[in-house]
């Protein structure tokens, strides 16, 4: 563990200002926002177990502290404060301080109005610190005695860049929403979504955005129904565009009280109540450029460790009968439980995940599932989270080539508001149009686009390669049919191809590679993934991947050449060149094989070259399993 005089150097050493603080107060004397210690000043002022201050504004480089005073405004924050991975707080109160990099930032407090008389500390909601104030930094102990400790991977990360009034406004809302969330109604809470949400969409605010602050109060109050809440802002938007009556600002103040109300109108300056605007889902922004050229990137949001992320549309390509299917229902069990996606893939926890499937009616979905929850052994209180979490919408004849199918499928994200929408297949929900039919583009830019970056989603989407043909591209199988169109707007292209299929004790075992044709950003697979479907009990299925290392498809094959060469050595040495399979089986799982990863594609391979062949069970052999055999194609 680093002392204390170890951190203050680093501090340092990253251009930031420290200050020695006892409990929260410098003890630097009445300057100290005037102090700017070298590393060679830290042994004089931090001697004996002082707490780590640093020094707020422009003496540290622009940076910013919002600090988050209450659990309301911890769990707003969530919603609406930019993203920046430099975050920290202690045991009871984690992901407290958010730091941002904000030239000409203004400090601002933002407290209860009906605390005020019991103090400042009492009343404090959130604050934004800026210069001329100070911030207790990791390293130090909080007055309860916690350690206060960076979050996972913040203590290295640079603030994010935001500006002034951008950093201001979300503030502000945090505020806002934890000052609602804390007086929430305990009944009429419909009512008073309705309200608040025509007072915000009255206001000129977007859906999205609406959508969002309405979550955040739902989440501080400790509301247990968000998602209505969330779905008041369609209905209320819906009303608007009707040129219908809403409630708004008068019922708002009738249920949270006229204080209340005024302070948030403040905060989110809101004025009186305007006549409805004109509604749209979406508003053309601008980007600040100076935060595109200096802030640090932003991590790729992956859902699923470089298979999945948010904000991108990954394709997924696979013959019929390759365990394409398979695979997607088991990743969407993985990822709505929270588990490793495919036992391999880091997933951020549990998630919500919409699986559309045109291609399966409920009973053989529900066969199929049921055999995957049997092969992951899941609890009770694990089905529970899975049915929370997890949306069927089975073959119903659903296409999305047409108004209302886009219509259905914006609707069925608005109300379950997954974080995944799985569509299986392509090839099913644009029934009925030709290859090259431009409905297909339309497809994306009109339902798929939109979706994906209004609601935040990840989307996979199944697709089958081209039709056989005499002349095709040497990666035809790996791609999309009708692929130049679809290929052009995903993020990430996938593929499964079939290595080996065995008939076993308890059914089947198939073996499939998982490969990526492209991904348009760094952080895709590595090489190919293994994916084994395993019949693990006459009612269980399991899917698990392996491999997807750097190098991971070198050494599948090298495994899978040293196997064969065993094989071939081994049939050698028989008489007439033949063994029993199960005896040649054992023989090369003893020598370190795995049966169904690198034995049974090996086997497969040296068949397809005619090296061998594998031979029904013999009669009069008192064997009833199959033989290998060496073929005279096989030399030395």
Known sequence: MSTSAEIVTAYIRRGLAPVPVRGKKPIAGDGWQNLRLTVADVPRYFTNGENIGIILGEPSGNLTDADLDCPEAVAAAAYLLPETRSVFGRASRRRSHWEYTSPAAKTEKFVDPRRRKDGEDAAMLVELRSTGGQTVFPGSVHETGELIEWEPEAEKARPQYVAAPDLRAAVARVAAAALLGRYWPAHARHDAALALVGTLLRAGWQAPDAERFVEAVARAAGDEEPRDRIRAVADTAAKLARREEVTGLPSLAKIMGEDLTATVRGWLGIRAEAPAPTVTASAWRSADVLTLLTAEPLPIPFLADRLLARQELALLTAQPKDGKTWLVLGLAVDLALGRPALGLFATPGPLRVLLADEEMGYGKLQRRLQRLVKGAGLSDAELAVLAENMNLRPQQGMTFTTDEGIAALVAAVTEFRPDVLILDSFAAYTSGIDDTNPVRRQF?????????????????????????????????????????????????????????????????????????????????????????????????????????????????????????????????????????????????????????????????????????????????????????????????
């Open 444 to 636: 994306y830019t009109r339902a798929l686009a939109p979706l994906k970056q209004a609601h935040n989603l990840a989307v996979l989407m199944t697709a089958h390669p081209p039709l056989p043909a005499k002349e095709q591209h040497a990666d035809a199988r790996k791609r999309p049919r009708g692929g130049g169109d679809i290929l052009a707007v995903a993020d990430r292209a996938l593929y499964v191809e079939k290595v080996s299929e065995e008939m076993t004790e308890h059914g089947r075992t198939v073996t499939v590679t998982l490969g990526e044709l492209f991904s348009r950003e760094a952080g895709g697979l590595d090489g190919l993934c293994t994916v084994t479907i395993e019949d693990t009990a006459p009612d269980a299925t399991a899917v698990r991947a392996t491999s997807g290392e750097a190098g991971g498809l070198a050494a599948v094959l090298g495994k899978l050449n040293a196997c064969q060469r065993e094989i071939l050595h081994v049939l050698r040495q028989q008489p007439d060149g033949k063994l029993y399979q199960p005896t040649l089986t054992a023989h090369c799982e003893a020598q370190g094989f795995d049966r169904s990863k690198v034995y049974y594609p090996a086997l497969n391979g040296l068949e397809a070259l005619k090296r061998l062949r594998v031979l029904p069970a013999i009669a009069g052999s008192g064997k009833s399993g199959k033989w290998v055999q060496l073929t005279e194609d096989d030399d030395d």
